[in-house]
């Protein structure tokens, strides 16, 4: 604690304990130089990286990369909670001090998108590599079990940002989205780059199934 | 020649698509052009179909995909039955050695921690069962104990006593099965079986006790489901007179075996900073001699009571990691008996509501499984289910050790040296 306090002076009003562990919250930059001091110094010693893991704060909120460490010198498990910006998620990579982290580093890319520069294999580590959303971040949404959430029955798949809404603008009083207070123009629409969108299904001319594409 | 041209002489298959109409399709759904396969494709008349038809992503991957003459790349899974699970190993070998190798995991990852993240604390500790399928009873002490942590309560001393009881139950089983496997992939079928008979007394005893035979959803938050019955102490019993015995008959079959030493001794050896730099942790960190055991290190009730040895080996080769399981269900054995003459009398479960609403705040909790160090970081926002859930397996861990390991062993050891390592694919993809 009171190495911590020193090392770490700016820091230092962030550390918390409980009866464990003993936290601090650096900003996500200087996580690795962070790390090095801990691993190398020979009074902190903190030899093990227990873990890695992202924590997504919500969407207006941040990003949290936190380690766990273990000593044998102390008592308790170390946290130390990076904070990243959700708007530019990017974190140097700490492959160079445990390069046990490549895999957690991978799943934290997999799952909430966070990118780790210098790391030499940050690829998808679960998901195909053609996958395009981050299904842990909190708003990608269950269809089944957030039953009672604002995206209930919707498919996280076919989520609206990425639909096509142009096929919907010529019918007029029947856009199935226009009572919804969507928009309907196509520069409100959010599309991947690569343009990954579905071609609108040849149903009989003139009509368009809308119930397909609709939220239940 | 490219991957998608058709082969001078070959039959076209109808899949194979003219070059004009391909690139019109790949632009059409955002798919980046086909690359040119490197030099060596073919080799020996085989023809090279590992290499993904886009560019690679990172160094790592134009690495792996650069292959060179007299290389070839050689696909291992995801059905194969070595592999403990679904898992793909693509090997870069020259002749029979492995230059290099990539896992390729996801065959099976389900999603759990988001499942959790949307279930209440109560029924986390049933979605966590079927992670890491061999231990599930370690599966779930570790939400527990992080739940408990967050709420605020601890289990009652029995339930303590019986959480500790199931768990050295489950690694006794595990470990056993380990060395079955490790047998089973260099082509030894009686251990396993043997293995197996072990294993079904357990997976019997904790049935009696817990109503299942796999997923045994046990554990409960502050305490446990039921406590020890009558059945289940006969079984034990039974189960405890002849286990030492039986571990030596097992034993007897391998360790001593010419042809298991040949194959398993000096064979993908770990060294010690090699081992803490990758992060290996369990059994096969403290076979590379580093004393780590999350029941010394962070005593969770009621090891801080028991007495027990943190046993490593030094060699840090399979046999050394094979050597460890033994002596380590040994220590299991003596765990158990200590816990049966100790364990004191009182409730089994502490009074916690229905719903638990924790206040707003973090947790982690670690334990020791039988793969190693198993933990859950758990954060509550004030609500009923947790904000996040978090858990590190450690077989994923230890899979990663894998293209550090190969270079220069023979396709052959492969597997021995990845069941060495006792990964469990239900914990790797979570």
């Known amino acids: 604690m009171r190495l911590l306090t020193e090392r770490f002076a700016d820091a230092a009003p962030t550390l918390w304990t409980d009866e464990d562990t003993v936290e601090i919250t650096i900003p996500g930059a200087g996580a690795a130089d962070a790390l090095r001091t801990l691993r190398d110094d020979p009074e902190l010693d903190f030899w093990m990286l227990a873990d890695a893991a992202a924590v997504d704060y919500g969407p207006t909120e941040r990003f949290e990369v936190v380690y766990h460490l273990y000593s044998d010198r102390h008592p308790a498990w170390l946290r130390v909670r990076a904070t990243v910006s959700r708007a530019d998620p990017r974190l140097p990579t700490i492959t160079q001090l445990w390069s046990g982290a490549g895999f957690h580093e991978r799943e934290m890319f997999d799952m909430m998108g966070i990118v780790f520069e210098g790391n030499r294999d940050l690829r998808r580590l679960y998901m195909s590599p053609d996958y395009r959303s981050f299904p842990q971040r909190k708003d990608f949404l269950l269809p089944d079990d957030a039953a009672d959430s604002p995206a209930a029955g919707v498919n996280p798949l076919e989520r609206p940002e990425t639909w096509d809404l142009t096929r919907f603008a010529a019918l007029g009083p029947l856009n199935p989205l226009a009572d919804a207070g969507a928009p309907t123009d196509a520069s409100a629409v959010v599309a991947d780059p690569a343009g990954e969108q579905p071609e609108p299904s040849p149903v009989g001319a003139g009509q368009t199934d809308a119930s397909r594409s609709r939220p239940r | ?430």
């Not at chain 2, 190993?89 to 759990?112: A, F, M, N, P, Q």
């Not at chain 2, 949307?118 to 104990?145: C, G, I, K, Q, W």
């Not at chain 2, 082509?187 to 007394?201: A, C, K, Q, S, V």
């Open chain 2, 1 to 430: 020649m490219t991957a998608t041209e058709p082969r001078e002489g070959r039959i076209p298959d109808p899949i194979d698509l003219d070059a004009a109409e391909e690139a019109r399709l790949r632009t059409a759904a955002g798919i980046a052009p086909a690359v040119a396969t490197a030099a060596g494709a073919e080799y020996a008349g085989f023809e090279m179909v590992g290499i993904p038809d886009r560019p690679p992503q990172t160094e790592r991957e134009r690495e792996l995909f650069t292959v060179d003459e007299g290389e070839m790349l050689v696909n291992m899974g995801p059905q194969h039955p070595s592999t403990h699970g679904v898992m793909r190993l693509l090997l870069k070998v020259r002749s029979e050695v492995v230059t290099d190798l990539d896992v390729v995991l996801g065959y099976l990852h389900r999603g759990i921690e988001k499942l959790c993240e949307n279930a209440t604390y109560t029924t986390v500790l049933t979605y966590v069962d079927p992670m890491d399928y061999l231990s599930s009873m370690h599966n779930e002490h570790a939400p527990a104990l992080a739940f408990e942590k967050l709420y605020g309560i601890e289990a009652p001393p029995r339930a303590q006593y019986i959480r500790a009881l199931v768990v050295e139950l489950n690694r006794v089983f595990s470990h056993g099965l380990m060395m079955g496997f490790l047998a089973l992939d260099m082509g030894g079928i009686t251990p396993i079986l043997y293995g197996f008979i072990n294993r079904d007394e357990i997976v019997e005893m904790l049935a009696s006790i817990s109503g299942q035979r796999m997923l045994f959803n046990f554990f409960r938050v502050g305490g446990v489901n039921w406590d020890v019955n009558d059945e289940f102490l006969s079984r034990l019993g039974t189960w405890h007179s002849k286990q030492l015995r039986s571990i030596r008959d097992n034993e007897a079959l391998l360790t001593e075996n010419e042809i298991f030493r040949a194959r398993t001794q000096k064979m993908g050896i770990i060294s010690r900073e090699q081992a803490i730099q990758l992060g290996v942790t369990g059994p096969n960190l403290r076979a590379s001699g580093v004393p780590f055991d999350v029941r010394k290190a962070h005593p969770y009730a009621p090891y801080a009571e028991l007495e027990f040895d943190v046993i490593t080996q030094q060699a840090g080769d399979v046999y050394a990691r094979y050597i460890q399981r033994i002596d380590e269900l040994k220590q299991s054995m003596h765990l158990i008996e200590q816990i049966m003459d100790k364990m004191p009398h009182g409730p089994v479960q502490a009074q916690v509501p229905g719903i638990i609403r924790p206040r707003p705040g973090r947790a982690y909790a670690a334990i020791e499984s039988p793969r190693g160090l198993y933990s859950v970081y758990a954060i509550s926002d004030g609500g009923p289910n947790p904000y996040r859930f978090r858990m590190r397996d450690p077989s994923l861990i230890s899979l990663q050790v894998m293209p550090t390991l190969m270079p220069g062993h023979l396709i052959a050891d492969t597997m021995a040296i990845m069941a060495s390592l006792d990964p469990v694919m239900g914990g790797v993809d979570k």
